[in-house]
């Protein structure tokens, strides 16, 4: 059976995107760089050799960017902690019987489609795998749950924790380290959040 590629998006919607963006540039902008976001995702996504997992935040689109036939849509479970609403999507797949599963968020512009597939690549011979991002949150996490051998692992995980710090990782890997799993790394990326963060990729922010 394939791994699983879980993809976290926001519904595009004009004023709930980006709003650390949209401070200094606008709603608009915000939505518009969020919609290129999005394609960029999309477009990586689409050849990693993995079945897709695609969880909407407020409705699921039928007739939107995301093909129906190759990505799986669902709705992230409508709680407002990102902790329980990404552990409910690991569940939801391992009960589907999906063996490996790695999630990525769409704020990474750098993320490719070789770093994905290199994500599931060391998944093969590890229980963990974290994609670090430059402010010291996480774009992407993954597990092997055949070698995960803990109920409570991914509950501590993600569960009562404080998200948008410059700990996220940190923590992530203190967890894993406290249940002697391995975790590889893959490479350090930067997420767009900011005016500043849009700065440094300038076929991004030049259209605007």
Not at 52 to 79: G, M, R, T
Request: charged fraction near 25%; include cysteine.
């Amino acid at each position: 059976m394939n791994p699983a590629l879980l993809i976290f998006i926001k519904n595009p919607e004009l004023g709930k995107v980006k709003t650390r963006l949209a401070a200094t540039m606008g709603d608009r902008k915000a939505l518009e760089v969020f919609r290129k976001l999005l394609v960029n995702i999309h477009d990586k996504s689409f050849e990693v050799s993995a079945d897709k997992l695609l969880f909407y935040s407020s409705f699921v689109d039928q007739n939107d960017i995301w093909e129906n036939d190759i990505f799986h849509k669902h709705l992230q479970i409508q709680l407002p902690d990102l902790g329980q609403r990404m552990l409910s999507a690991f569940e939801k797949a391992k009960e589907m019987g999906y063996s490996k599963a790695l999630i990525v968020g769409s704020d990474i512009y750098e993320v490719s489609t070789e770093i994905l597939n290199q994500g599931f690549e060391f998944l093969e011979n590890s229980e963990t795998v974290l994609g670090p991002s430059h402010d010291g949150g996480y774009y992407a996490i993954g597990f092997n749950f055949e070698k995960i051998n803990s109920d409570t692992f991914l509950q501590n995980i993600f569960l009562s924790k404080t998200w948008s710090h410059e700990n996220v990782a940190n923590e992530a890997l203190e967890v894993i380290n406290s249940f002697s799993y391995a975790c590889n790394f893959l490479p350090i990326l930067s997420d767009i959040d900011t005016e500043d963060d849009l700065k440094n990729f300038p076929d991004l922010y030049n259209i605007l």
